[in-house]
Each structure stands twice: as C-alpha cells, then as structure tokens.
C-alpha cells in the first residue's frame, strides 16, 4: 500500500469513528464532510461536490441523501453515464459508482458508498426525491433533477434524451416511396451475386432500408463497407430527384476532424468506382460536426437550431460511436423535417467520451435484425436469399437498422480481424490466437523498455523526413503527416507510468537518446500534439493531431495540421495552450484514426477502463500490424470478459 493510500485509509477510519453515531445522511455537516473526503482521495471531482452546494444556494435542501445523490450524478455524468438508475444504486452501489476505484478496491475504507447508503431501498429513494425541491417544478424554472421511470437525471441530459426519443420516434414512423426506376438501379449497382451465392448481400439491403426511411443507421466492423454503401445509397438518392427534375443538397459530417479526413479519402475512393453518370452531385467535402451545426464559442448552444434548421436534405454523419447525447440531441434538433438522416458507424467500439453511448443504444440487437413483417416486405425484394433468419419483433430502430457483417478488409488469414472478432464475442480464447499470424504480435517482457525498439523504428520513419525539407512547405509537412500515421502507441490509461502520460515521457527520453529530438524544452521539432479542447477561434478540434516543424529558413517553429478538407493549418506553438504530446494517445481519443501499425499498452494493475470495447476498438484501429504490450497477462482475460455499460434510458 502506498504512503498516500495508507492516510487515505488512516482519514477514513479516523473520520467514522470520530462521528460515530452521526451519520452523514442524517447530519448534512456530516455529508459534506464525507464529500470533501472523497474529493481529496479523487473518489469524486471537486465539481461533483460543488454541484449540491450550487445547488443548495439556489434553493434550499436540507436532506443529505439529496446532497449525496446530487453529487453521485455528477460524478456518474463525468464517467459517461447519462442517468442513475436507482435499483442499480440499491443493488450494487460500489459497482455502480466505481467506488473506492479499482486501484484501491482491496482496501477496507468504512466509508465507501456501500457502507454508507447501507439499507436504504427503492421506496425510500423515492420517497426522499419526490419531496425534493431540487425535484419539483417551480412556475417558469425547470427543476434541476429528474426522475423518470426509477432513473435519476441531471435535467439537462433528461431533457436531451427526451428530444432524441421524441425526434427519433416521428422520423421512424415514416415510411418514404421509392420509385421503381430507382428500384431497378439498385439493383444494377449491386448486380454482382455475392459470394458464396448463398451470402446475404448486406450492404444492398442496407442501402434499400436507407433509400426508405428518413432515419437509418448502417453499422457495421472495419471494412464492411460502410463508406461503400452509403456512397451508392447517395447515388440512388441523386438519381432519385434527377428523374424528379430535382437535385438534393447532401452534407457528409463526422465527429471530430481526424475522423472528417478519413471520410474525405474513403468517400473519394469510393466515387472513383461509381459509374461516372451517378457520381455527379455527391459531396466530397466532410465537416466535423460542431462546424455543421455552427458551434458558438463558449456557448453549449449552437447556430442552427430548430428555429434556424440546417439547409440540406440528406445528412450522412460517420464514426456516429462518437456522438455523444447532447450532441445528438443538438443534431437532431437542427434538422429539418423533411430531410433524411444516415447514421454510420461500428456500434462495438467504445462510447464517445461525453455521456452517452448513442449508437451502442441505438443498436441494441441489431446482429438479429428482428425484422417485422412490414420490414421484410420492403426489403424481401432486394433479397435473393430469405431473411427468414432475421424475423422478430424488433423495436422501431431496429426496423431502420442494417449491420454489415463481412469485412473486405480483413479476410480470415488475417489475424487483426481475427483478434477483433475473437474479442468482440468475448471469446476466452482469444490470446491463443497470438503467434499464429504474423500481422498481430505479442511483446515479450513485462516492462515498458519492450517497447523501446518499436518505437524507436516507427517514429523514426515520420522524424527522419525533418530534414528533408521540401521548397514547398506544405507538401513537406503533408509528407510528414501522412508518415506520422504510419505508427501510433496506444494506452489504456490516461496518467501513471503505463499511462499516456508516463509513456509519452518516456518514449521522449528515447528519442533524444537516439538523437531523433531534443525533448529537453517544451517544444522542439517533431513533436507531435493532440488537442485536448475546442478551440474555435483556430478551427482546431478536441482530438486533432498536429506536428511541430521548423520553418525552412527562420528556424522558428509551428505546429502543422491537418483540417477535416484536407488542407493545412500552421499554428503558432504559444497559441495552442491544450494540447498534450502525442507519441501515446488513450484508445478513446484515437477513435476515428487508423494506423498502419498500432501497438497497444495495458497496464500491470486492473482498471475497470479495461474492457472488451476498448481492446476491440484498440486492435481495429490497426491496418496492417497490431502489437499488444500485455504487463500481466491475466488482465488480457479479464478485458474481454467485461463489457461498458452506461447507464441511458434511450
Ligand atoms: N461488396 C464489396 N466487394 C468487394 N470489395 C468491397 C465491397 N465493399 C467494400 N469493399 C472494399 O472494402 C474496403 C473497405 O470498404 P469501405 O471503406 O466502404 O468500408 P468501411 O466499413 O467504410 O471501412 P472503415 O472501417 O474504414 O470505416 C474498400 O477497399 C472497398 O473497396
């Protein structure tokens, strides 16, 4: 155990004991005495305790439960989890919130969430927040907690869901014609018979239920050929209004920057092998999504609205497992009635960061399809094989989903999409499957110096261009970009010595060791960064990843980037105050990128971040060569063993 954890455990008995009798939900001295604890042992976020006492100032609550709950809220917010589900909290309330955190699970701290919410039952959760002033509605204010259906909410993200459920729900329940001669061009463009000839044509009938619906999603793993379908679908959509005398005005977006270049390059490549006369009147251009929606600085709210609608008519949004509630919420909201919304994305990586897991909700039992009848009728005619086997009783989403299930990207010699597979099924055996393909690969040793040769040979290719300075700046800089992305490090965790922090430390002590940088100052040729916010006034993105380069003749230096349209944005060093080095990047913030070569790092200590989603979503970033550095093998087990889940009433 270490010094700190022993005091923690120290105050935490000396705390009971010295209030024995006083029990923090009877005394509201008490509970906010057992929140500051749990803020100083980063159980909790400051904000998570301020959040009742702002709470509190507004309008008076005198009941601690009230104070508990409020902060617990928070706290479940900051992790992605858009509401409380009380039985949960009565069930297993260390579970539920990760309290104490995994790091010190073992530990007998007397004041864990168990212990104190020891008891209490449904009823008197109820009982306590239905006669909350933070609970009821005063004339004119909304309250500022919710609770619907045993789940507790933070009124902003009840609100949100609520939108979603409402926009979703009058956009499912439309059914939209489709000409025959639109029909028949289905068809032409999907003529090739699937092999074996037996296969269901996934990606026809996605694009037939899409042409059909004012609200679709198409998901699906690496390589099944979303970008594929959709751009056919948008063909078919053009060629729809053509017959029409009509051209729809289609906008392609996508989460964060990095996500939109990719969408550029994929949605380019797969014009190229259109027939020339469908091509005409689909976009290339890809935006982020808080430049469609008009982000306004500083502000949660965003130009286009339901009273200032966007002006298009189709919308195909990518990487959708990035978007979080309030976003989707916002999305929604700004489109206009009549437009059809395509949702793409693989609905197994992990949730976006912010609360929520849209998508993941969204699809739930879409590998089943659970087609209704009315759903096989309209797309039996774009079948040769009967979907006998996809019938149910499916809820409405359902009806508008398809999932794509053959990867053209990996076939079955290739072990990356083995792995991925393996671990998405949550197969035990699948370390077993290390050593028997040579594009996935297993580090030997259990310390961090098994990385140091990979490092050193994969930064090595992006760095070495430094000096090779091109007349023109930015096809230099381009060079290097795309030779960056050849190798990336990936991390479980955010801080600690197997974290992004700790290993971007020491893969900068590499380099200069080997003569590649001079890390010794903050900024220095090479370095790669990562935005860790929005900074509007730059265009730059939370997510987006830019190189530091010396100009040609000054010496002097700027951080090079690459925007969602492909060109390039040079930026000052001493302007961009949030960034983080980025040799190692953690798996959420690399959702949307790929790599030819990735290597991930799980740590020696279990964390309840180690899960299937983030080992699927971390060997999927891979194209060509995945390498897992595995501290303590046993862990490999236990992420594939456990699955995220958030808490939604979506
Ligand atoms: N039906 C098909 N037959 C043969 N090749 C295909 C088919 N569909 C897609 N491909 C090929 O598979 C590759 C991946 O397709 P695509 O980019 O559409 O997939 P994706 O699901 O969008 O991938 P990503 O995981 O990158 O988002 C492309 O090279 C594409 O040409």
Redo the contacts with the bound molecule.
Sequence with gaps: MSQREQLDLFASQTAVNSTAGASPLNDLSQMQALLQRWVERRWLRALDAQLPQTLHQLSDEPNPLLWLLCALLCHQYGRGHSCILLSDLVDDPDGLLSLPPQNQFLQRFSDRPSAILHGLTLQQYQQALTQSRWLTQDAGSAAPLVLSDNRLYLHRLYQAEQSVKQQLSARLSQQLPLAAAVAAKLAELFAPV?TPATAIDW?KLACAMALQRRFSIIT??????????VVKLLALLQYGARLKQQALTIKLAAPTGKAAV?LTE?IS??LS?LPAELSAGIPTEVTTLHRLLGALPNRRSFKHNGQNPLQLDVLVV?EASMIDLEMMAALLDALPAQAQLVL?G?KDQLSSVEAGSVLGDLCRGAELGAYRADTLKLLAPFSDVALTEFAGEGSALNQATVM?RHS??FDAKSGIGMLAAAVNRGDSSAPALFGQFADISLLPGQSLSALKPLVLAGFSQYLALLQQHDADADSWAHRILQRYSQFQLLCALRSGDWGVEGINTQVGQWLTEAGFIDGRRQWYAGRPVMMQRNNYSLGLMNGDIGITLPQPHSGQLRVVFQLADGSLKWVLPSRLTEVATAFAITVHKSQGS?FNHCCLVLPPDNSPLLSRELLYTGI?RAKQQFSLLCANPALLQQAIARRVARSSGL
Excluded at 220 to 229: D, I, L, V
């Design positions: 699937p990606q699906g793993g690496p390589g099944t050929g979303k970008t594929t379908t990719r994929s490549g797969a092998r990518d793409l693989d794509l053209h990207r790929e999927t």
